[in-house]
């Protein structure tokens, strides 16, 4: 009896050490579309490769392409021109688990790139860092205010 309770308390020491499957899963990616402002996200995923997979499924256009990889414990953001002239409904709804919120095309128009066409994006340690890169990678690009649209982190 004595020697079943040592296997016993010896297997939940070793279990206890052992790291929480959810730990483990922890990959996002974003992707875009150059030419119609479409994007996509994935967030804790397994693997680096189903997080891109999953972002190009979100992002639903031949022209995507994975622009950020997020790893374990990171966080991203994506922000853009304010809504204007030539900018598409931005925010509408995607489906599937673990994806974010994707971004309707842009109608284009006027000289140069419909600012639709215009992203920053990050990828910092918190939420608000990202935020702030991603806000300021925009700011480059365009020369109008920028909102963040989308941030979120990874286990």
Same mark, same amino acid.
């Given at each position: 009896?004595?020697?079943?309770?040592? *296997?016993?308390?010896?297997?939940?020491?070793? &279990?206890?050490?052992?790291?929480?499957?959810?730990?483990? &899963?922890?990959? %996002? &990616? *974003?992707?875009?579309? !150059?030419?119609?402002?479409?994007?996509?996200?994935?967030?804790?995923?397994?693997?680096?490769?189903?997080?891109?997979?999953?972002?190009?499924?979100?992002?639903?256009?031949?022209?995507?392409?994975? +622009?950020?990889? +997020?790893?374990?414990?990171? =966080? &991203?953001?994506?922000?853009?021109? +304010?809504? /204007?002239? /030539?900018?598409?409904?931005?925010?509408?709804?995607?489906?599937?688990? #673990?994806?974010?919120?994707?971004? %309707?095309?842009? !109608? %284009?128009? /006027?000289? /140069?790139?419909?600012?639709?066409? *215009? *992203?920053?994006?990050?990828?910092?340690?918190? $939420?608000?860092?990202?935020?702030?890169?991603?806000?300021?990678?925009?700011?480059?690009?365009?020369? #109008?205010? =920028?909102?963040?649209?989308?941030? !979120?982190?990874? $286990?």
């Amino acid at each position: 009896m004595h020697y079943a309770a040592l *296997i016993a308390a010896a297997v939940a020491a070793f &279990a206890a050490g052992l790291p929480a499957r959810a730990a483990i &899963a922890a990959y %996002g &990616a *974003i992707a875009y579309d !150059e030419q119609t402002g479409r994007d996509g996200f994935s967030w804790n995923y397994d693997s680096a490769q189903q997080a891109e997979q999953a972002a190009l499924r979100d992002c639903a256009r031949p022209g995507c392409k994975v +622009v950020l990889r +997020v790893g374990p414990r990171a =966080c &991203a953001a994506i922000a853009s021109p +304010v809504q /204007g002239p /030539g900018n598409g409904p931005a925010n509408a709804p995607a489906s599937g688990p #673990g994806n974010g919120a994707g971004n %309707g095309p842009g !109608e %284009g128009g /006027g000289n /140069g790139p419909s600012p639709s066409t *215009i *992203i920053g994006a990050a990828v910092r340690s918190s $939420r608000d860092a990202a935020a702030l890169a991603a806000m300021q990678d925009c700011q480059k690009r365009f020369s #109008g205010q =920028c909102r963040v649209r989308k941030t !979120e982190c990874n $286990r």
